[in-house]
């Protein structure tokens, strides 16, 4: 059996949650606040700590728009497909600004590395990598900063290949620089876009292209080179996946003439396999044993090997089993819980299967909402996320049948795969960095005595003099209100939750006081009692003589921060 090696950290980082306990002010009032966690866990490369675009510990939110659910959202500088990379409150990404000079075809560009606070989304630094033109143009949907940074929490490294790779300090202080691979001279001038790969004391470069190929090892203190290997590899757009079998490490990598597999200490190749299709993008998966890699340009390949071969594996035992249609093209396979997802060519169309033995459980299942995919899928609290380039993103379960659970939009282009880390997700559209985050929720219970009553407005809440209206007539949309009521505020709506006093809610009390992101579907399924889908706290003191309210009779209640 082998283990990832992971690419950007060598050992999983430890949780470290913020406790919380509830406040109260008096006999009348309790209050109770769900905080979110610490930052718990990273993403500092692009396929995830186990580099299978799986995410262990994030829950990040399953519902958003393009202003729901949305912590904040920032205008990004140029142009840019790589994808965000997270190491504790910083946010890495780049990008290729035009200058204003050079031609139409071919502009020059300020070749950027970015860190963003991921609380604030405020800018922290910008580092200007090289300012140069393109040797070469790029696809029309492709850009010049295409390849997504890394870092292992030390040093952060951007990557615009032909124009060189860059290693910075978190705090943004150059280290180190390399800008002596050459120019790429890729397949019909589509342009460049494979990312490195961060391996114990190594940072792993791909480099293959219609010139001389090859994969280098750079010692990624210092950029010096460790060792090269030459590759019989037209252009692929694939990145490097590092995996351990029997004590030793493995570049796995793959290839239109052969997927292959290099020791890492040396760069000799340890096994090739044929029957890849053209110009490959995909990166390799793994898990429980097996290596997954697969492309699907005019053909279709996904092979599962074991990683204890030798020389030519095709035709061997090392060969457990292949697929030869609706295999991935660009988006990467997505290796989570024993069940490898991938999308058929570019398209929505999404295939999932047994990763032991290659049984599908569905297989080119059309998703609402999706049509052109860039982006890889990627897993997180139970749930799968695909995202269309028309910056759509369907989320479904991770589970052996295919069941819809959102579809989301954040109203432009994504090219780049998202991010989920702790509670959030990272998401990198073509024009802006959104910030999704669950709302945070605020319990309030309300006693109603003496026909006085507590109001809440904005983010405080204040006891109200004025009498309330019997609560049967507040407008809770057709559904019964409840005296002794828990009432939950999640941004503008106000739900009432349970008739039940306090003493009933303690096992709702320390349910909201755990680690794991408290949802609405928990408290619909929870002991305490139901939510009315949209209820609203009514204005104080706009009621007529009956008691009943009068317009406007809904107010806005600011989500709690």
Same mark, same amino acid.
């Given at each position: ?28 009032l309790c209050l109770l606040i769900l905080s979110s966690s610490a930052h718990a866990d990273h993403w500092g490369h692009w396929r995830g700590p186990l580099g299978n675009g799986v995410a ?253 071969? +030798? ?120 024009? +802006? ?59 503008? +709506? ?41 209820a609203y706290w009514p204005p104080s003191s706009r009621f007529d003589h009956h008691g009943r309210p009068t317009p406007p009779s809904m107010v806005r209640v600011d989500p709690v921060i």
């Amino acid at each position: 059996m082998f283990s990832h090696a992971c690419p950007t950290d060598s050992v999983l980082i430890s949780s470290r949650k913020s406790s919380m306990k509830p406040a109260f002010h008096s006999a009348l009032l309790c209050l109770l606040i769900l905080s979110s966690s610490a930052h718990a866990d990273h993403w500092g490369h692009w396929r995830g700590p186990l580099g299978n675009g799986v995410a262990v510990k994030a829950h990040p939110p399953t519902e958003w728009s393009d202003s729901k659910n949305v912590k904040w959202k920032v205008e990004l500088p140029g142009r840019g497909s790589g994808s965000p990379v997270v190491w504790d409150n910083q946010i890495f990404i780049t990008t290729a600004v035009p200058t204003g000079n050079g031609s139409r075809q071919l502009p020059e560009l300020d070749f950027q590395l970015l860190s963003f606070d991921r609380q604030s989304g405020q800018l922290q630094w910008k580092r200007s990598c090289i300012v140069a033109t393109p040797h070469q143009g790029t696809h029309s949907t492709n850009g010049f900063a295409s390849a997504s940074p890394c870092t292992d929490g030390t040093r952060v490294y951007a990557h615009f290949g032909s124009r060189g790779l860059y290693c910075f300090s978190m705090d943004g202080t150059p280290v180190w620089q390399r800008t002596d691979f050459g120019a790429m001279d890729t397949r019909n001038g589509f342009g460049e876009g494979s990312s490195p790969t961060l391996a114990g004391d190594m940072i792993i470069v791909p480099w293959d292209h219609e010139g001389p190929s090859a994969l280098f090892a750079l010692n990624k203190a210092t950029g010096e080179t460790i060792w090269k290997t030459d590759r019989d590899e037209p252009t692929c757009w694939a990145t490097p996946l590092v995996i351990e079998h029997d004590g030793k490490q493995q570049v796995i990598m793959n290839g239109q003439t052969c997927a292959r597999a290099y020791d890492l200490k040396t760069g000799k190749e340890l096994w090739r396999c044929g029957g890849q299709t053209e110009r490959p993008c995909a990166s390799p998966v793994a898990g429980d044993g097996l290596v997954f890699i697969g492309s699907g340009h005019r053909g279709s390949f996904l092979g599962a090997f074991t990683p204890d071969g +030798h020389g030519d594996i095709q035709g061997s035992p090392s060969v457990v089993w292949t697929i030869d249609k609706d295999t991935p093209d660009i988006g990467s396979p997505l290796l989570s819980a024993g069940r490898l997802y991938f999308h058929k060519g570019k398209s929505g169309q999404l295939s999932c299967v047994n990763a032991q033995t290659g049984k599908p459980f569905y297989m080119a299942s059309r998703i609402p909402g999706l049509d052109n995919i860039y982006a890889s899928p990627i897993a997180a609290g139970g749930y799968v996320y695909l995202t269309s380039r028309n910056g759509t993103t369907t989320v479904i379960k991770d589970a052996e049948q295919l069941e819809v659970v959102a579809t989301n939009n954040v109203g432009e282009t994504v090219d780049a795969t998202p991010a989920p880390v702790d509670n959030q997700l990272i998401i990198r559209g073509e024009q +802006h960095l959104f910030c999704i985050e669950q709302s945070k929720w605020r319990f309030v219970l309300d006693r109603r005595r003496e026909r006085h009553w507590h109001g809440i407005e904005g983010t405080s809440i204040k006891r109200k003099s004025s009498p309330a209206p019997p609560i049967s007539r507040w407008p809770f949309f057709g559904h019964e209100s409840r005296q002794d009521s828990w009432i939950l505020l999640q941004a503008s +709506h106000v739900f009432a939750v349970s008739r039940r006093p306090l003493r009933m809610q303690r096992p709702l009390a320390r349910r909201i006081s755990s680690d794991v992101p408290f949802t609405a579907a928990d408290l619909r399924r929870s002991k305490s009692g139901t939510i009315p889908p949209r209820a609203y706290w009514p204005p104080s003191s706009r009621f007529d003589h009956h008691g009943r309210p009068t317009p406007p009779s809904m107010v806005r209640v600011d989500p709690v921060i």
